[in-house]
């Protein structure tokens, strides 16, 4: 089970969290016009990588934050935690 | 029964305390600190069982966790439990256990016929022989390996015990009492450390209860029990025994298994029978020591043939002869120890020692005490079948390739010492990339993953003074860096007797002309040959060959085997051990009963239960209940004999004819405040929301980004900026979510605040053509008429003192209202709806009844919205705005999403107006049609119209828009039925949505 640092309340366990995602992922404007291709990209198609992965967390048994973690997907290892609003250094 | 191999006096147990027990119905003494085997070989009992596949007889071989053999049916208080290691059940009054895999008796066992059949039961023979004919597989084959295989059964009656869960977090944790661990344990505590110290045994101390060795001027144990006592006294220590480690998961977290109660007759009142600890260490100490490895010869499994570590265990811990005319088979010093503990107990042993000339401080001891001793021997074969009755041994060469001439000598037990394995599963489980050492022949820890260190034997370090060193250097060093205290323990003399190096033989060759099985794996029956086989198939892989010959994949997962299975792929291949690599350890390391997994959350408890506040008297008025996600709901309110068929078809009726009441409380309800509120509801839902005036409501739809339906509801404006959102009861938590995620992520510069007010909110919805008659006696002072409150409408009320928020919305059908209070107050409004409402002939309803009116309304609900279907296939598309943008609305104009024959939601009745159609049936165009029939469309709800007195169903059907009025076929295999029916539109009841406007 993972340790996960919520930059709200400190070091919490993962059966306080739930998954949430890419965290790169941004969503199209509203109202923009898009393609299918870049559609689909920001509905479906996913990386799946192995390795160092910005994901997003949301603290669904603690203060609700979304939270953004980066993670090895291989090791587990966390490297970063970010708050919902705190960009993300790639 | 007497107890004829007990020694006279000696080790740990209480001799005060007699114990009686039964095995296979036969009664027997032992003595309080037995374990059911120790207790078992004072009686001369050493048959146990049977093996798993040739039900070869079975013995002790272990005196511990390692165990392969000994696993019993266990009796205990009226209930049963299987897998059960004889060699770990401690012994307590009335104890009863059996043997498995054999029938009808461990005497006479029908299944050793497959010990004759052996050479047609090679590697693999399970995928070679049962593959054809396929139809044989389930009604000959499987039943047949099912009753011959299995190592005992499950009880099928619910377990009365109960299992707790734990979680503990600490500074370090440390994994085995014995010297490493104690040492490690002292000088961590010592600096203030917050130390866990788990032994998996009942008695603390691993080896140093059985090795002669002195400390500080005291025996092993001695110094083990002081220092056990002086940690029990600190605060900063938890020091738990028979309590197994068993798992390493990700980020320190480690799992133990208590184990409170196994060994009393009887669990005491209030107490869990086991505990689970999820513990979250900062740093975790490895002192699980190391088990003994077996050497490989003919007949290695005959009873009496055992680990040399463990004959001196049951000497010294339990103070019992494993034989009486032992032979001693080592390669290596400890041999030796046990030799000379039989020696000082009046047995003679003899010792057979594969090295030709070894010299040591041991060596001399057991030469000076006149204790027979053959080098460069070997045991060929173990004679007897049930017992060992004699050893065939022989000279062999120094190129340990050749054997000399094979002589009988008589002998009662086979003492084998191949050398130490290190038990480094939990470091494995870590993520610890471990490596082979060369010196001891087996794999040691190497590169630490997580904050993880490994002490002692199961590091390797197989001599008292240096493991002492090491671990009490660690545990001061670790706990320093977290407490910054650094009170050093003064290290104690040690006295131990040195000892020389071992031999690396470890498989002794067949003699000329014989063909003896020589075992690997004694639980799952592998033998040298069936691994020959494997590789000659072209297996290569240590993971394949595993798999294929089921090396180490039994109960003790190879803990015995693991080694010498990848010492003979090494030598057959030509490879060096690490070369060919070890299979993956995995959790749990010793096998761990279900119920200890699950804990407490079984049955009522495993998932919390939501109750109205209405609740009480639902009860009272005999209503039938139903699960809807974690509430209980009314399902219907039984009167008399009434079934449910025949309840919800009244309680429908009622409310088409007159009025009815709904507990409404489940449904989800957000609070939605800030100035953008509106905002965020126009991009969450399909159909527009700036413009709703405050005091009116709205239904809506929401999509996933992908178009896909997400949930629907009413949300009403309470003022400028606070809105009150409904959803589905079970989307409720997901809809909340969703919003968040919206807020705090994508859309940040909305100001708006939501929350979850589900609960603090009771609903009760009044639905029926008299309800305005019920709403104004309730309001008597509110102008509650069409034009004063028209649907959609929402006003706040006083409802006899109490505030509530009125609003006129439908779900039935018909003219409707909901009426919310706070929860307090729910069932006082209650109530008062059944007070006033009952000159109107208001009856309560349930949640079959309020299905019949939204299917017979044609009202999509979660059995329609179920995540595959779009706002077209709900006809919803009116909602879809096309002014302004919203989640998921660009999916809906991909191709698919826009094909003109897509699915639709449409009515179902059946031609004879008669029979019922199954939830869940395909609709078809030709019922006779050869398989697979093409599926059209399914039934997605079903009910009784009480309008028109006949069954009607929904259905989601391919190109449903051209559809109404053609005859298909509705088909069910599952409940055999075959129903012609005709589709018609799914408004079945007032299609122009007359009522709820009247």
Known sequence: ?90 | MTQSFRLKSGGLINRDKKISFRFNGKKYFGYEGDTLASALIANGVHLIGRSFKYHRPRGFFGAGVDEPYAIVQLYRNGETEPNIKATEQELFEGLEAKSVNCWPSVNFDVGAINNFLKIFLPAGFYYKTFMWPKSFWYKIYEPFIRKAAGLGTVSIKHDKERYEHKYEYCDVLITGSGPSGLASAYSAAKNGAKVVLAEDKSRFGGTLLTSDVNIGNQSGKEWADSIVSELKEMSNVTIKNRSQVFGYYDHNMLVMSERISDHLPKTKKYHPKQRLWYIRAKEVLISSGSIERPIVFGNNDTPGVMLSSAAKEYMKVYGVLVGKKPIVFTNNDSGYETAIEFKKNGVDPIILDTRKEPQSEIIDEAKNMNINIKNSYVVVAAQGYKKVKSADIAKISDDKEKLGSVENIKCDCICVSGFWTPTIHLASQSGNKTKFNEKIDAFVPGTSKQNEKTLGAANGIYTLEETLKDSFEKGNQLSKEITNNDNKVSFPNVVEKKSTVHDKFWCVPLPKGKNYKRFLDFQNDVAVSDIEIALKEGYRSIEHVKRYTTLGMATDQGKTSNLNGLQLVSKIENKVVPAVGHTTFRPPYSPVSIGAIVGREVGKHSKPTRKSPMHSWHEKNNAVFVDAGVWLRPRYYKRGEENLFEASKREAKNVRTNVGVCDVTTLGKIDIKGPDAAELLNRVYTNAWLKLPVGKARYGVMLREDGIVMDDGTTTRISENHYHMTTTTAQAANVLSHLEYYLQLVWPELNVNVVSTTEQWAGAAIAGPKSRDVLQKLFPNSDVSNEGFPFMGYMEGDLFGVKARIFRISFSGELAYEVNVQSDNGKFMWEKIMEVGKEFKIQPYGTEALSTLRIEMGHVAGSELDGRTTPYDNSLEGLLSKKKDFIGKRSLSREAFMANDRQKIVGVVPLDKKTSIPEGSHLVKDSNAPLPNPKLGYISASCWSVEHNNPFSLAILKDGKNMIGKKLFVMSPLKNKVIPVEIVSSHYVDPKGERVRS
């Open chain 1, 1 to 90: 089970m993972l340790y996960i640092k919520c930059p709200h309340c400190g070091m919490r366990s993962q059966n306080e969290f739930s998954y949430g995602g890419d965290a790169t992922i941004k969503r199209p404007e509203l109202g923009k016009e898009i393609s299918d291709q870049d559609w689909d990209n920001f509905v479906y198609n996913r990386k799946s990588l192995r390795g160092k992965h910005w994901e997003l967390w949301q603290h669904i048994s603690g203060c609700r934050q979304w939270i953004k973690v980066e993670r090895d997907t291989a090791t587990h290892e966390i490297f970063k935690t970010l708050k919902a609003n705190e960009e993300i250094s790639l």
